[in-house]
């Protein structure tokens, strides 16, 4: 079983200013992992996604994560977040092996609110 | 143009009642996917389908049914069963043939009991 914890229910910050949103994972198998945003009332958009290969990945919008398998970790960051930045963001993992049924685990979620 | 429909976008259903939530895709995925959104706690995972005429229970599928009869389509019943069922109810899709593990999302469906 997996798990995933986003330590940060909440980001504020200002226009322009760089970000991270901060996500931990547990599990005892390989894993891939994801990062989707939700604007108000919408479903979810994916951001960005590891699955194997160079831990720095690029995503939409800007937005881009890291993979470190030794902490566990797969931060997002941007360097400069806009107005329309504003959003809920979610990370996700899901159990690479082919039976295990391809579903995703979420963290909480970590709503960035971005301030003029 | 490709994509995941879900119907109605908001609904209302009064205590006691069964109602149930559309969900459609055109983009040819065999795996369909429902969760449940509250605040504060993320998706969790109410049922999936990895091919027609096949389901399975996921985290919380107690007071929630589900049928695949088409590849397209993947309904979503909540029965008077599901005692705390106000919610956001979001469908998603997967392609196995990609081979990799991407779910694309519908737009969603806000369920309140009055």
């Known amino acids: 079983a997996q798990s995933v914890t986003q330590l940060d229910s909440q980001v504020p910050v200002f226009e322009e200013a760089p970000v991270e949103l901060r996500c931990n994972y547990s599990?005892?198998?390989?894993?891939?992992l994801f990062w989707y945003v939700q604007y108000p009332n919408q479903g979810l958009q994916l951001l960005l996604k590891?699955?194997?290969?160079?831990?720095l990945v690029k995503g939409i919008n800007g937005f881009e994560a890291e993979f470190n398998k030794s902490q566990t970790s797969f931060h997002l960051r941007k360097p400069s977040v806009h107005i329309s930045d504003t959003a809920e963001y979610f990370c996700?993992?899901?159990?690479?092996?082919?039976?295990?049924?391809?579903?995703?685990?979420f963290g909480g979620g970590t709503r960035l609110m971005v301030k003029p | 143009d490709g994509g995941i429909t879900q119907s109605p976008k908001y609904l209302f259903r009064k205590e006691g009642q069964n109602v149930t939530l559309s969900c459609e895709q055109n983009?040819?995925?065999?795996?369909m996917y429902w969760y449940r959104q509250d605040p504060g706690q993320g998706l969790r995972l109410i049922y999936y389908?990895?091919?027609?005429?096949?389901?399975q229970k996921g985290d919380i599928a107690e007071g929630y049914s589900v049928s695949r009869e088409k590849k397209e389509s993947f309904p979503l019943t909540v029965t008077s069963a599901q005692k705390n069922p106000t919610a956001f109810y979001l469908c998603a899709s997967k392609s196995r043939r990609e081979g990799l593990d991407t779910q694309y999302f519908g737009p969603g469906t806000r369920l309140t009991v009055l």
């Open positions: 599990s005892s198998v390989s894993v891939y």
């Open positions: 389908s990895q091919i027609v005429n096949d389901f």
């Open positions: 590891y699955l194997s290969g160079s831990t």
């Open positions: 996700a993992v899901s159990d690479r092996r082919n039976n295990a049924g391809n579903m995703l685990t």
């Open positions: 983009l040819n995925h065999d795996a």
